[in-house]
């Protein structure tokens, strides 16, 4: 029962409404409607203990004998729901479930083992009922993930939800960064003071972009955002706290010290009238560009690259490049996550 | 129909200027007389106690979806008028995007049907183009014949200029309104919720103000080109102050043109999608708060002329899916009074009278609906009884609706309906 007043017109009163159990005993953490607090569906969701936890466990799983780690979450059952192609995070997920014992099992629109117009939420409860205590989803809809983890009330790991967030993919970049900036693994809100991030390329589309943004100011970040009108409108700047629009990408690397290098389709440049030559012109992280303007900044790259579009191969092997060690951190993060999940707590006591 | 007599209610009658104890005869389904306390002669009439409630005329809803023919599932014309008398509503208007669309006296007279068993009186509005495709204009004088009292293609906008002034000209001859859902979908393809910030970081495509607006303004230049005064423009579902802001230069230039808002658009905004809330997705979409903000200045200022629900049933599981691939559309009905009393009387001290008037007296006027909308005699016996101070606590799950998909379910309303008369047949008590 709602207080007695008058209808509030905020939004959120309408989901605090809906959000309200019936009853605390009524209503345990996974039930229909609750999202399972072992979760990571945005980088909203992390505060810094969180991210605390998370980056521990990471280092803990990571140097831990493979063979002890594997005990940890030996049989238990952890699916991947893959609705878009995905040959990085999928290997990534998969690999990190295994090292920790899992059993895992793919489900992928592509090879057809969903059924033909079963809904979302029939296939997680069907993949509830076979056994699933976990689900890594990666979806072409933004914010499926929230209808996945209400309806089944299971962890779930977002992988990648359409426009929207790859939380997981900014938890590996900042692991990144920290290394490479050798700033600990301990972080608070003054971590990142300093410190300059500039993303660039098609922002409009990128869930990486969207998760960076809203994690990195978290630990005192500035973050820059650069690429031409259409793929960064200027609403984008309104997302976060600390958050700036450089349309000049020369600019902007002049004041960074970690770039991350976004993946331009060129079918989207082509729909939005966009010229690639210009575009190369303008923001490609090129030998000569990143040699006149950021020498020493960390270079990013969430991977797929395009070689000679958004970035030439000089810049990506290059000594500045941190584009393999993400791949690297992306394992240890995702171990992490997939145990917090999972709810085991960790041999150190770490709490998830 | 044996008469019935309302005994010491508070009537509010705003197309007849009553605000006061009055007692209401209504005979044959006819409002007989009105007059001072205790003065009308009870005779053979069942009476009616409404001391402390406010009778008034029963509400018109010009703007509802009751998904028949061929959506049963969703709601039937049975179940939505259900849910229309249950929320104090006597008359509903039926908008065409039924299977197969409402573009033919045939499916109008169906709809009109008794074999509907509609709880109260349904007005089809037709669909303006043949299937609503936007090409060529549907047969208005047997539509208007069989019972229509307007056209319109709700929810697939009529784009092209040519058809639109053809269709505001053949519209006028027969005083019909055109009835518009004012949004380019050429600026709109792929969009899911209102354009801006929280779009963005939803990483949802958003539907721009423009999308509204440049088709009202682009109507409005219309109707200005039509030399018949008759020539009648009506906004569906106005959410964008720039759109009304346009209504309001267009009626200084003396054109007939009016509009509707809906509940969810003066009492919601963007925020209340939340984490992906497929009850917060509508079309138009929740605004920003400024736009929010100008739908209560418009309605206070009179700009507005009329509070319509857009009553648009889903079934569960169309609503529980991915926000972008959910249908558009929350139920209105039995919430409407309620969110309108807690927020435009609760909220901004407008009186009881102006909420009659938008909520019945003027949407009747609107569309020209004849003898409803007022209590003077010799109107329809269509009647509200509801107590205006009430608080209650909307619950979903006893919607009288087929469908149950409303971002208002537990909220606190003010005013609740303790009876609807229709045509002097009582057809919803509260129990
Ligand atoms: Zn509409």
């Known amino acids: 029962?709602?207080?007695?007043?008058?209808?509030?017109?905020?939004?959120?009163?309408?989901?605090?409404?809906?959000?309200?159990?019936?009853?605390?005993?009524?209503?345990?953490?996974?039930?229909r409607g609750n999202i399972h607090p072992g979760s990571l569906l945005s980088s909203n969701d992390l505060d810094l203990a969180k991210i605390n936890s998370i980056l521990a466990l990471a280092d803990e799983l990571e140097t831990e004998n493979p063979i002890k780690r594997a005990e940890r979450l030996f049989k238990r059952r952890v699916s991947l729901l893959f609705y878009e192609s995905s040959t990085r995070t999928r290997t990534s997920f998969e690999l990190a479930a295994k090292a920790l014992g899992s059993d895992t099992s793919l489900v992928s629109a592509l090879s057809s083992s969903i059924e033909k117009g079963e809904s979302l939420k029939d296939t997680g409860i069907t993949l509830k009922a076979l056994g699933a205590e976990c689900i890594i989803l990666r979806s072409p809809y933004s914010g499926a993930p929230y209808l996945l983890a209400k309806e089944t009330g299971l962890p779930i790991l977002n992988g990648g939800d359409g426009m929207h967030e790859h939380p997981s993919q900014a938890l590996l970049d900042l692991r990144t960064m920290l290394s490479r900036l050798k700033l600990g693994s301990k972080v608070t809100e003054k971590t990142l003071e300093g410190v300059?991030?500039?993303?660039?390329?098609?922002?409009f589309h990128s869930r990486v972009a969207r998760s960076n943004a809203l994690l990195l100011p978290k630990l005192g970040a500035r973050v820059i955002l650069s690429g031409p009108q259409p793929l960064l409108p200027e609403i984008a700047g309104q997302i976060a706290p600390n958050l700036t629009i450089e349309r000049d990408f020369n600019k902007a690397l002049d004041q960074s010290q970690i770039v991350m290098m976004l993946r331009i389709q060129a079918e989207r440049l082509a729909g939005l009238s966009l010229d690639l030559e210009e575009?190369?012109?303008?923001?490609?992280?090129?030998?000569?560009?990143?040699?006149?303007?950021?020498?020493?900044?960390?270079?990013?790259?969430?991977?797929?690259?395009?070689?000679?579009?958004?970035?030439?191969?000089?810049?990506?092997?290059?000594?500045?490049?941190?584009?393999?060690?993400?791949?690297?951190?992306?394992?240890?993060?995702?171990?992490?996550?997939?145990?917090?999940?999972?709810?085991?707590?960790?041999?150190?006591?770490?709490?998830? | 129909m044996k008469p019935i007599l309302i005994r010491g209610g508070h009537l509010i009658d705003p197309a007849s200027?009553?605000?006061?104890?009055?007692?209401?005869?209504?005979?044959?389904?006819?409002?007989?007389?009105?007059?001072?306390?205790?003065?009308?002669?009870?005779?053979?009439?069942?009476?009616?106690?409404?001391?402390?409630l406010v009778v008034a005329p029963g509400l018109v809803d010009i703007h509802v979806h009751l998904r028949e023919p061929g959506q049963g599932y969703k709601e039937t014309i049975a179940t939505g008028t259900a849910a229309a008398a249950a929320g104090g509503f006597t008359?509903?208007?039926a908008m065409p995007n039924t299977t197969p669309v409402n573009d033919s006296a045939e499916t109008t007279r169906w709809m009109l049907s008794p074999e509907r068993n509609a709880a109260i009186r349904v007005f089809p509005i037709a669909a303006a183009t043949r299937g609503s495709m936007g090409e060529s204009l549907t047969e208005y004088t047997s539509l208007k014949a069989a019972g229509a009292v307007g056209v319109t293609d709700d929810g697939k906008p009529i784009l092209g200029e040519a058809i639109m002034r053809e269709a505001l000209t053949a519209a006028a001859r027969l005083n019909l309104p055109v009835i518009q859902h004012a949004e380019d979908t050429r600026m709109t393809g792929g969009c899911s919720m209102n354009a801006g910030p929280v779009a963005f970081r939803l990483g949802l495509r958003g539907m721009t103000v423009e999308a509204e607006s440049s088709l009202v303004e682009r109507d409005l230049r219309l109707l200005a080109q039509v030399k018949d005064s008759r020539a009648h423009l009506h906004v569906a579902h106005l959410s964008t102050k720039a759109a009304l802001d346009a209504v309001r230069k267009a009626r200084r230039n003396g054109l007939r043109a009016t509009c509707e808002v809906a509940p969810h658009h003066f009492v919601l905004n963007e925020e209340a999608v939340g984490q992906y809330d497929t009850h917060a997705k509508m079309n138009p979409p929740l605004r920003a708060e400024a736009d929010r903000a100008a739908m209560i200045e418009g309605i206070i200022d009179g700009s507005v002329d009329c509070i319509a629900t857009d009553h648009a049933p889903h079934a569960a599981h169309e609503k529980e899916q991915e926000f972008e691939r959910?249908?558009?559309?929350?139920?209105?009905?039995?919430?409407?009074?309620?969110?309108?009393?807690?927020?435009?009387?609760?909220?901004?001290?407008?009186?009881?009278?102006?909420?009659?008037?938008?909520?019945s007296t003027q949407p009747a006027n609107v569309l020209a609906l004849r003898g409803r909308g007022t209590l003077a005699i010799g109107a329809f016996a269509?009647?509200?009884?509801?107590?205006?101070?009430?608080?209650?606590?909307?619950?979903?799950?006893?919607?009288?609706?087929?469908?149950?998909?409303?971002p208002f379910d537990g909220w606190t309303m003010q005013g609740q309906v303790q009876m609807t008369i229709s045509e002097g047949r009582v057809v919803y008590k509260r129990g």
């Open chain 2, 326 to 359: 959910a249908p558009n559309g929350i139920t209105g009905l039995e919430s409407a009074l309620g969110l309108t009393i807690a927020t435009l009387h609760g909220k901004h001290k407008l009186p009881i009278s102006r909420i009659i008037a938008l909520l």
């Open chain 2, 382 to 406: 269509d009647v509200v009884i509801f107590n205006p101070t009430a608080q209650w606590t909307f619950k979903a799950a006893e919607s009288k609706s087929k469908s149950k998909n409303t």
């Open chain 1, 1 to 31: 029962m709602q207080a007695k007043t008058s209808v509030k017109t905020a939004g959120s009163s309408a989901r605090k409404a809906k959000a309200e159990p019936r009853s605390s005993e009524e209503a345990p953490a996974s039930a």
């Open chain 2, 17 to 52: 200027g009553v605000d006061a104890l009055r007692d209401v005869l209504l005979v044959d389904g006819k409002v007989a007389a009105v007059d001072a306390p205790g003065k009308i002669k009870n005779g053979d009439a069942d009476v009616i106690d409404a001391k402390g």
């Open chain 2, 91 to 93: 008359s509903v208007c």
């Open chain 1, 279 to 352: 575009y190369k012109l303008r923001y490609q992280a090129n030998a000569e560009r990143i040699a006149a303007h950021a020498p020493k900044a960390v270079i990013l790259h969430p991977g797929p690259m395009i070689r000679g579009l958004e970035i030439t191969s000089d810049v990506a092997d290059g000594p500045q490049s941190a584009i393999a060690e993400q791949v690297h951190h992306g394992l240890a993060v995702r171990m992490a996550l997939i145990q917090r999940a999972l709810g085991a707590r960790s041999l150190k006591g770490a709490k998830r």
């Open chain 1, 196 to 203: 300059t991030v500039t993303i660039c390329g098609d922002i």
